[in-house]
Every structure is written in structure tokens, then in C-alpha cells.
């Protein structure tokens, strides 16, 4: 089914660059108390009155964990060669440490046999938001116990699935769920504050450095990874304070986690705020902990970010220019549409010296998407996207940006965290009712894309 025009070509990418599709544990399996499996922080907060706009949960969700082989065939359907999943940590060790469950560990080697007897490769991302609840008993990320609760995690799962899995991701946006779920408490676990924040990023960034060298040590062969989200950072004019504010804006949305993987230590020079964290949260071996050579940065970027400086927002001093107020296009969530942001974050990711690699490990927007009468879902929107985005991601590799690859985000309608089922980024449609899948003109888009050699 061809939708629309398709300006360049896959062969324009290169033969190895990859294409990828990508979901997470919690987003869709569902099964939430099904064999074994522990509860997490987001099944708590779900359950928490008014935390999901919508009122729903993700008891359900898209029923991965009962339809994975559907939407892994859904996967291969679409012409990817990449499937990219999270593991739930409370679905292999429903405590957090400790004892491992069976029937957790057989869940995901059948979903990893799946892909590869498909011939998709699978990234397996470690961390993907669901810390198990009963860590967050004892203080969750803001307590030093979770590094080496993680360090045992991961242990567990390199040593299960290392053997058929190469290709790793060890977190997904550290920032997002820190800042969201320990700054601002619209994410799980639903915490305020500086005093939950600052040791939650300090805690994050070693678990990400010691993530990273379990698998090295368990892996042979490993391709090791962290995803990390990132927007460009606009001054909102060329006065000092905004230049400023912008500064401080990129040391926290775009340098907080990835500096100090490279050993760079915090950005604390643009914001001097994270010398709490040395004074207050780490110890004086920390440091030398920090760092790890990742083989390649997983490049998260939806949108630009306009910053100005405001003197009454508390501790930053930055606030948001929101896009609905600039007239830009936007995605259904208010999102700006801006491919030329993607580029530039891969061009400044590109120019730090221990960057070997990067990977847009996702990309997608969220439109209110209906189906027609015949069934047909037409997201014309969703289609423009990607193809503004891509073509910013080509621009970027013929300049020698080594990017090597593009993973769609998402691949069916899914929970989208706070905002529950109405944020839909799926290339296919799911009916929460029924559990129907329908491809919508995006997938059928990529389906083209991804099967065809010569221009159309």
C-alpha cells in the first residue's frame, strides 16, 4: 500500500545502517501480577488517584506479554531488522534482589527466540522506568542501595541472555525518570525535590557506568549502549541572561548524563547546583566509578527546547517558551516538529572525543489517530514526521556524523506513561477494548521505505 512520496531511499542510509522499532516492558505487556512478577513503581502510581490523566492503567496495556509473537511478526511485517525491548527488572526479581523468577526468565528468552527465529536483531534495554517497588520501600534511585541492586540485576540477565543478546542498552532517558519522578512527581514514584533528585542522578550515573561493566565482563562480544534524551537548546533572544539560562538548560537536559559516562565529571561550570551532589551524595571512590566507554549513545530527541531566563523560577532560574505560543507545527501533544533540532543534538553529541557511535534509538510523535470506516488509519501527519526527521538524520551522516541507525518509536499504540491511552505514537493501532491491531499509512510507509532499492 503506497501512502505517500518517499524523498529518499534506504539504500541512501547505507547497507549496516540499522532500522529499528521499538516498545517497553511496562508500556505494553501488561500481565502485571501475572506468574510470579512483583509489582513495580508505576503500577503503584497508576493506582494512585489522579497521577494518569486519562484514569487508566497498564494492568492490560497492549497484552505484549500474551500477543508478543503477533507484534513481533507485526515487526518483521514492517520490514525492520531491529527489535528493540525493555525487561521488567520486578518481572525477573519480583523483590528488586535476591530471588529470580522462573517464570519470568522463560517470558523473556521466548521473546528473544522469537526475534531471532524471525531474523530481527534484539537491543534489550536493562532500565526502562519500572524500578520493582519494594526498592523504592528502602528509597528507590535516591538511595545508594540501588547501584548495586541494579549491578545484580543486570548480572542476572547478561548471564541468561547473554548467550543469544549482544546488543545492549542499559538505560533508557535517566534524566527523564530522575527529573520526572524525583524532582517534579508527575512520573513515578511521584517525589518533590532537590533532596530526592540530586542522589537520584548520582545513583543513575554510576548504575549506568556499573551496568556497563557487568555486561562487559558477562557479554562476550557485547555491543553496549545507553539511551539518553536530548533536545537543542534555543536562547529565546540574544541577551545574557538567556544565553545563560540556555547554558544551564543544556548542562541539565543534554551534558548531566552523558559528561560524566565520558569522564567528564557533572556540568557543574553552567550549573553549579550539582556540586551538591559532591558535597551532600557521593563518596570520595565515586568518582573513579562514573565513567564507562560506551560503544555507542542512543540519541532520544522528540523536539528543540526555547529557554529564557526567569528570575522567579525556583533553583533553575529557566523556563520554557512553550511551542504552542511560537507558532511551529506540533505534534498532538503540543510537541514542536523540528527535524533540524535532531541534527543539531547529533551534531553536538558527535563532538565530544569518547563518542564512538550513535544511534537515534527512538524517534516518533503522537497524534489523535481514528480509524475510518474501512479501517484504514490515514496519520499523514505521522508520516511527515518521519520523513523530516530521517532526512535530518541523513543530512547528519553525510556530513560523517557516524549515526548507524534510526529505531521507530512505537510500534503499537501503547500506555504512554502519565498520559495513559490517548498519546498514540504507534505505527500500528491498537483497540484497548477488543486488543485489534490495525497498520496504520505510517507503517505501510515504512513497510515501503524499507523494501524498495530505487527511488519512487
Known sequence: MQTTAIPFTRK??????????????????????????????????????????????????????????????????????????????????????????????????????????????????????????????????????????????????????????KNWIVMNEPFGFTALGYMLGVHAPGKFGLSWFLPAVHHAVMAQAEGGRVLREEVAGANIGTALSCSQII?????????????????????????????????????????????????????????????????????????????????????EVKARYRNVPLTGLGWEINGNGLYEILRQFAGYKGVKKLIVTEGGAAFPDIPGADGRVADTARISYFQEYLAAVLKAKKEGIPVDGYFAWTLTDNFEWAEGYRARFGLVYVNFDTQQRMIKDSGYWFRELLSTEKEL
Open 235 to 319: 536562547p529565546n533572544s540574544n541577551s545574557d541572561a538567556d544565553l545563560m539560562a540556555a547554558r544551564r538548560a543544556d548542562a541539565l537536559f543534554n551534558r548531566l548524563f552523558l559528561e560524566p559516562s565520558l569522564g567528564m565529571g557533572y556540568p557543574v561550570t553552567d550549573f553549579p547546583l550539582l556540586k551538591r551532589i559532591e558535597r551532600r551524595y557521593a563518596l570520595w571512590r565515586d568518582w573513579d566509578r562514573l565513567a564507562f566507554d560506551f560503544d555507542f549513545i542512543g540519541v532520544q530527541n522528540y523536539f528543540p527546547l526555547v529557554v529564557k531566563y526567569n528570575t522567579f523560577m525556583p533553583v533553575v532560574r529557566i523556563s
Open 12 to 165: 541512501d542510509f547505507g547497507d549496516d545502517f540499522l532500522w529499528g522499532v521499538t516498545i517497553s516492558a511496562f508500556q505494553n505487556e501488561g500481565a502485571f501480577n501475572t506468574d510470579g512478577k512483583g509489582p513495580s513503581i508505576w503500577d503503584t502510581f497508576s493506582g494512585r488517584k489522579g497521577k494518569i490523566k486519562d484514569k487508566s492503567h497498564a494492568q492490560v496495556a497492549t497484552d505484549f506479554y500474551n500477543r508478543y509473537t503477533q507484534d513481533i511478526l507485526l515487526a518483521k511485517l514492517l520490514g525492520f531488522s531491529v527489535f528493540r525491548f525493555s525487561l521488567s527488572w520486578s518481572r525477573i526479581m519480583p523483590k528488586g534482589t535476591g530471588a529470580v523468577n522462573p517464570a519470568g526468565i522463560d517470558f523473556y528468552h521466548r521473546v528473544i527466540d522469537a526475534c531471532l527465529e524471525l531474523g530481527l536483531e534484539p537491543y534489550v534495554t536493562l532500565y526502562h522506568w519500572d524500578l520493582p517497588q519494594a526498592l523504592e520501600h528502602k528509597g528507590g534511585w535516591s538511595h545508594r542501595g540501588v547501584v548495586f541492586a541494579f549491578e545484580e540485576f543486570v548480572r542476572v540477565c547478561a548471564r541468561e541472555f547473554g548467550n543469544k543478546v
